[in-house]
Structure formats: C-alpha cells, structure tokens
C-alpha cells in the first residue's frame, strides 16, 4: 500500500477564518454585530493583522463579512451556506422563493415530530405564548417577531444543522411575508397550533399536512 501523503499546512490565514467561523459558530459573534477592530483579532487569534486583514477580506469576499469604509466591519452572515442563500434570494423570483421554503419547511416539521426533544416543545410553546401575547397587545412588530422564531425553531427541531442554515438565508423573506394582524390581518393561529400539535404528538405525516397548509394561506 503506498503511504499517505502528508496533509497540506494550514496556512495562518486558514487558521485565522477558521477561528473567525468558530466565533460565529458559539455565538459570540452574531448577526448584524460588528466585530474587534483588528489590533484585537490579531491579539485574541494569535496572529498578524496583516493575516487578520486577508481573512476578513475572504469572508467578506463570500458575503459573511460586511466592511463598512470609515464604520467597522460587521457579521452579515453567519456561515457561508446562508451568505449564499441570501445572495440567491435577491436573484430569483417570489414564486420560487415560496417553492422553496415550502420544501425545506414542510420537511421540516415531517422532521420535527420525529426528533423533537422537549427543550423543542418547550421553546416551540414559549414562542406560541409569546405570539398570541403579542397579538393580545397589540403588538405587531412583536407579533411578526415571533412568527419568524416559531417558523425557524420548527426547522431547528429538525436537527438537521444544514437544513438550518438552508432556512436560516430565507429568514428576511419570510419576515417579509408575514402580515401584521394589527392591520386588519388574519394571524392564522390555528394553522400554527395544527403545526405544534402534530409535532407534539410525534405525527410526521400530520405537521407535513399542517405546514403545507400553513404556507399554502400565506401564498393565497
């Protein structure tokens, strides 16, 4: 058997993004903050600032990144997979945007009621509580908020860390296709319990049926 090839060195600027994904990762960085000046990245990843300057131009090349000339440099993405859905949900037409979070999210909730844990369920009922508190209030930015966190924790009780980061570069048009209540709107809240209860009771063919009827209103 002929020996393996040594693996290639990493170069310092590999290991800079590298450290930069882990940041986005844990959450420590998050979206639409902005991150260190670079005397201080290069001080807490341990390198160059010149090695910090090539690895924010690359992650900023690929839409994670957002330099601001004479303001900072800001977490636009937090991985590459939702830069690049972002990018292509400004390029294509409504009609296939909808066609899509239909896939993911019908899928999704199938997924939902097989692996749900009940950290999901709880967190899936605190943002119903907090979507009909909104309502109650009158509240409809509220309101809004929390309708794109439910729709986003059902694909999280998916666990399926790709399909979240699939969704996670829809999420402004999904917020853009939600409709406040507060304007004469319907909040559909039946279609969103049929969506929890299937999950809650482990009916995959059931929260499939009820998320597709769930989008089916918000395209009619």
């Known amino acids: 058997m002929m020996p393996l090839a040594p693996a290639a060195p990493t170069s310092l600027v590999d290991q800079a993004i590298e450290g930069m994904r882990a940041l986005l990762a844990t959450g420590e960085w998050t979206l639409g903050t902005r991150i260190p000046p670079e005397p201080q990245l290069a001080a807490d990843l341990g390198v160059s600032r010149n090695t910090v300057r090539e690895a924010v131009k690359a ?14 440099t800001y977490v636009a993405a937090t991985t590459e997979v939702q830069a690049l859905m972002r990018r292509q949900a400004e390029r294509v037409e409504i009609e296939h945007l909808l066609e899509v979070r239909h896939a993911i999210e019908v899928r999704a909730a199938a997924l939902a009621a097989g692996r ?11 943002i119903a509580a907090r979507r009909l508190a909104a309502l109650d209030a009158g509240d409809g930015a509220g309101f809004v908020d929390a309708d794109v966190d439910f729709h986003v924790a059902v694909v999280a009780a998916a666990h399926n860390p790709l399909l979240s980061e699939l969704y996670d570069g829809l999420v402004e048009t999904l917020r853009a296709s939600i409709d406040d209540p507060t304007k004469g709107y319907p909040p559909m809240l039946p279609e969103h319990d049929a969506v929890l209860e299937a999950i809650r009771r482990g009916d995959a063919d059931g929260a499939a049926a009820a998320g597709a009827e769930l989008l089916d209103h918000v395209t009619r």
């Not at 749900?116 to 605190?126: E, I, M, N, P």
């Open 59 to 72: 992650l900023a090349h690929v839409g994670v990144l957002e330099v601001r000339r004479g303001d900072g």
């Open 116 to 126: 749900r844990t009940r950290a999901d369920l709880a967190a899936l009922d605190a």
